[in-house]
T-cell receptor
Framework: LAKTTQPISMDSYEGQEVNITCSHN???????ITWYQQFPSQGPRFIIQ???TKVTNEVASLFIPADRKSSTLSLPRVSLSDTAVYYC?????????FGAGTQVVVTP | GAGVSQSPRYKVAKRGQDVALRCDPI?????LFWYQQALGQGPEFLTY????????KSGLPSDRFFAERPEGSVSTLKIQRTQQEDSAVYLC?????????????FGPGTRLTVL
């Protein structure tokens, strides 16, 4: 069964750019890659979704290489309120699979 | 409009008790998902409904777990004869259209503790 992997944690300072990469070797051909943000005691919240190349919205960018075996979430100019756990979600081999999450800690 | 709501937010059960967890999805959303999230882990898929039809229950860990959505709106996840390993946060999500690829909107979860 395919595995979705991402780094356990990342530290950053306010104002920096944070890039989180998720590996999903066996993503289904027609599947989207979705990233969610989760704060303690809350459910995950949608950040961004993409299929290929690059997608940008008001809060993040998502970079997906041509082979789609990985994706990188980019958070520009993070603030303290961006401290959270970030998850990638893919549909692979008939299964919805979340990564284990990346804890991002932003300090002043 | 209102988001996804779940009740209760916290549930403590003695081992062997039955529990029922409720999910109120966003009105009009066709798809509904249940996930189990252990401490420090990502959500693990349990089951998926399209309207009232349970199309995928492959993630349910045992036959003690049962989910229903009889009228295609509110859903209930029932766990019979709870065990300590059932302790987790149970998340419900809904999405607007049919299928598993659409954006999911999550509720706050129900934290189940089995003593």
């Amino acid at each position: 069964l395919a595995k979705t992997t991402q780094p356990i944690s990342m530290d950053s300072y306010e104002g920096q750019e944070v890039n989180i990469t998720c590996s999903h070797n066996n993503i289904a051909t027609n599947d989207y890659i979705t990233w969610y943000q989760q704060f303690p005691s809350q459910g995950p919240r949608f950040i961004i979704q993409g299929y290929k190349t690059k997608v940008t919205n008001e809060v993040a960018s998502l970079f997906i290489p041509a082979d789609r075996k990985s994706s990188t979430l980019s958070l520009p100019r993070v603030s303290l309120s961006d401290t959270a756990v970030y998850y990638c979600l893919v549909y692979s081999w008939g299964k919805l699979q979340f990564g284990a999450g990346t804890q991002v800690v932003v300090t002043p | 409009g209102a988001g996804v709501s779940q009740s209760p937010r916290y549930k403590v059960a003695k081992r062997g008790q039955d529990v029922a967890l409720r999910c109120d999805p966003i009105s009009g959303h066709v798809s509904l998902f249940w996930y189990q999230q252990a401490l420090g882990q990502g959500p693990e898929f349990l089951t998926y409904f399209q309207n009232e039809a349970q199309l995928d229950k492959s993630g349910l860990p045992s036959d003690r777990f049962f989910a229903e959505r009889p009228e295609g709106s509110v859903s209930t996840l029932k766990i019979q004869r709870t065990q300590q390993e059932d302790s987790a946060v149970y998340l419900c999500a809904s999405s607007q259209v049919a299928g598993v690829l659409d954006t999911q909107y999550f509720g706050p979860g129900t934290r189940l503790t089995v003593l």
